[in-house]
């Protein structure tokens, strides 16, 4: 039995993933320069969202509206230019992005 609650044990731990996430001064955002117009900020966050969580597995994304600066990550890898592309095909001429790079 104790061999048994050790093996689920390890097995437990090894499948726990820890999200990592980039130091701020090593992120790189996306500007939302250009939307549909019937997103507000909410819709612009959530468009961004679904992308990023269901087709790149981002764990660490998000949309400031006051900002306008969107960024998409899984662990440190950066998934922003796939999310632009994927909003981009999915409606055209209607999403246009400015990538800041600020990494030193």
């Excluded at 950066?78 to 790079?101: A, E, H, M, R, S």
Aim: hydrophobic share 35%; charged share 20%.
């Amino acid at each position: 039995m104790r061999l048994f609650i050790s093996t689920c044990t390890l097995l437990l731990a090894s499948s726990v993933t820890l999200a990592v996430k980039p130091a701020p001064d090593q992120v790189i955002f996306y500007a939302v320069d250009n939307h549909p117009d019937q997103l507000n900020a909410d819709g612009v966050r959530e468009a961004w969202k679904k992308p990023c969580t269901e087709q790149f597995g981002g764990d660490y994304y998000d949309y400031d509206a006051p900002t306008e600066l969107a960024w998409c990550y899984s662990g440190l890898t950066d998934k922003g230019p796939l999310v632009v592309q994927w909003l981009q095909n999915q409606q055209k001429d209607q999403w246009t992005f400015t990538t800041i790079d600020q990494r030193g």
